[in-house]
């Protein structure tokens, strides 16, 4: 990278962990509030419905906004008809599923799914007008005014959602938290934009010189969207609503953490990226550090759920939750996985690789979504032992192609976790035996802090005490991080 757009990837990536650790952190702190309030039943009545509603946010914008970020340059009319594109389709969808609102209902046979669902639909379609003024913001690295505004939505919708749960709304306040989200950064993403309105002008060259590179990108942005939701969609179904809700707070509890250095990440590896993308080298060494520097924080981070799952579950959501532990601990390993795999996007966007992505994923999807099936049978359990088989499944091929891209071999990329691996799976060994002998207090926030202190200490002082590249690595990008503009 030269200079300026290595100081523009840093700046942006800075501002990018403010915003996703600042949105995070609100949402973390208006969740733990919410479900002091709310049930597991509330919580699996919006993951019955978000299911499908996802589903709009996809369609509308069917990959054009990625394509948009990929390209070297976006003329206005290029923006507009984007704009244009995303309200047209976005308006047949929500139609289409307003109508098949009543279906979903019977589907789960819970009735009061019908308004649900049309809200969060409407919600959702909110969301399409912000499309294109986030994707400029983006191409443009400038993650300032993006977190800011995301920082204003996350404050006002949790405190709508709180306010309105604390006066026995129950479900809706969950309903109601996602529309004033979606409508707080519209209108912040319209005012820092200075009120900017799209042409009146529709490019048809404009949209088949993206097609090729959207449609892969949105085919497979929708395998993995029905990978994703098709656990929810079976659990839903077949075990019901209370089921449902513990299965989905405990992954989107344990992917919290992961979602939020992944977005960091790739948000600001896909422009750079696509900036250097005909400089092989310089792309392989910056994927390969970060990739040692994101799995080491994932992997103590993911540890330390492990190991103190209940006591964060006890501090977080009170005793009424404590069902989901055993599910945050079943996730943790494929919580690593998936931070690691999530970097894969930016090589397959910024170098146009949609076409082997979407190849790639016809195969992964297909064991996961197969697993899944056959899993439900047998329960919750059976869910996620399913995920485990389609994960050991899919190593090879989720990493194998791209890479190759690059010029990473497969052994040479796995080593890069071998030593963290090794070290966290002795550490949570040794300790927990350790625990179970010597730990005996009654404070839950007393127990949690010598699980996850001693854990971390123990993992620190090794990267530390040897000098290890991830030690030099993390130091490296601290560095960077503080370097000034």
Known sequence: MSG?????????????????????????????????????????????VTVFTGLIGLVIDFGFGSAAIQRTEVDEDGWATIF?????????????????????????????????????????????????LRNKLMKALDFKKLSLINLLGALISG?????????????????????????????GLWVVSQFWLPRLVYSIN?????????????????????????????????????ALGEYNRAYSFLMFPIQTISRVITSVLFPSFSIIKDDIPKVRQSFMKLSSVVSTITIILMANLFISAEEVVLIVFKAKWLGIVPFIRAFALIGVYQSIISLNAPLYTALSH???????????????ITCIIIGVNWGVYGVIIGLYIGTLINIYPTNYFILKKVDIGLGQYYRLFLTNIVLIVILIIGLEQLYIRYLDVDSVWLKLFIKSGT???????????????????????????????
């Open 84 to 132: 244009h594109t995303n309200v047209v389709v976005g308006l047949f969808a929500f139609g289409g599923f307003w109508l098949l609102a009543p279906w979903i209902a019977d589907y789960y046979n819970h009735e009061e799914l019908i308004p649900i669902t049309r809200l969060i639909g409407a919600g959702v379609l909110i969301s399409a007008l912000s499309i294109v």
């Open 4 to 48: 300026d757009v290595k100081r523009k990837t840093f700046m942006a990536m800075a501002w990018n962990m403010i915003n996703q650790m600042g949105v995070q952190g609100l949402g973390f702190f208006f969740s733990i509030y919410l479900a002091r309030l709310l049930s597991p039943s509330e919580y699996g009545l919006i993951a019955m």
């Open 354 to 368: 949609m076409k082997l992505d979407l190849k790639v994923g016809m195969f992964t999807e297909v064991v996961f």
């Open 159 to 187: 405190v709508v959602g709180v306010v309105m749960a604390e006066n026995g709304y129950g479900v809706y306040s969950l309903v109601f938290l996602r529309i004033s989200n979606y409508l707080v950064v519209l209108i």
């Open 206 to 242: 404009f949209v088949k010189s993206i097609f090729s590179y959207s449609s892969y990108t949105f085919l497979s942005h929708l395998l993995g969207y029905a990978t994703r939701n098709t656990d929810n969609l079976l659990i839903g179904k077949k075990l019901g609503d209370e």
């Open 455 to 485: 854990l971390t200490a123990a993992f620190a002082l090794f990267h530390l005490s040897f000098k290890t590249k991830e030690f030099h690595l993390i130091k490296e990008a601290l560095s960077n991080f503080g370097k000034k503009k």
